[in-house]
Structures are given as structure tokens and as C-alpha cells.
């Protein structure tokens, strides 16, 4: 399991296809409302829709079900394919930032549930 900077606090999962492993994902906690994701597939399911299915879905269980307001990305600068994904699973560039781990260029891309979302309307 990968965790890099973000050790020892990570939810790991495999991602599948059809029962197949495909991939892995892991969520890590940021704040108490915010944090990322950090995803791969192999590259036998690149090009099928699957990375942003997946970011997808982390993404919206850890918005709707753990109550964050917050979930971001950081793709190296040069990795379109990523960028493209991260944005069809509905994230949005924010900045580039030096990564202090790898010293690459990354671009923070972020979704976030609005606050009006979050605070349940009177009935």
C-alpha cells in the first residue's frame, strides 16, 4: 500500500471491473471535513471510463457519507490523461503547486460540497 506523506491514516480499496482488479484508490483525511484521493489503474483498463467512475464514487461517499466538504487531487502537471479524468469525475483545477514529496509540478484540483448542501433545509 502506497501512503507516502500521508502515513499512517489511509482507506485503501481495489478498484474492479467486472470482478477483475483494476486498480487502487486510496482516501486520505486531510481535516475533519476535507481530504483527497489518490488513484491508478492498470494500464489494460485505461481508456474505459473507469478512472473517472471510480474518483467518482470516492469522491461522492466521502462528500455524502462521511460529510466532508472538500475532496482533492493532485496529478502531475504533464498528465493529461489524469487532469482529463479527474475533470470528466467533476473536479476543477485550483493551482499548481510543488509537490514537496516528489518536487513535481502537481495541479490541486478540487470538488467541494457547497455548505448550503450540507445544512439541512427547515421543513
Not at 470516492?58 to 479527474?86: K, S, Y
Request: net charge negative.
Amino acid at each position: 500500500m502506497y501512503t507516502g506523506r500521508r502515513r499512517p491514516e489511509v482507506d485503501p480499496f481495489i478498484i474492479e471491473a467486472e470482478g477483475v482488479p483494476v486498480g487502487y484508490l486510496q482516501v486520505w483525511q486531510g481535516t475533519q471535513t476535507s481530504g483527497g484521493i489518490d488513484m491508478f489503474l492498470v494500464p489494460e483498463a485505461r481508456g474505459r471510463g473507469l478512472g473517472p467512475d471510480a474518483a467518482r464514487a470516492a469522491a461522492t461517499f466521502m462528500l455524502d457519507q462521511r460529510g466532508w466538504t472538500e475532496v482533492t487531487v493532485d496529478p502531475v502537471v504533464d498528465n493529461l490523461r489524469a487532469i482529463r479524468t479527474f475533470e470528466r469525475a467533476g473536479f476543477s483545477s485550483q493551482s499548481e503547486e510543488l509537490d514537496d514529496e516528489t518536487g513535481k509540478r502537481v495541479l490541486r484540483m478540487v470538488v467541494r460540497r457547497e455548505v448550503a448542501d450540507v445544512i439541512p433545509a427547515d421543513p
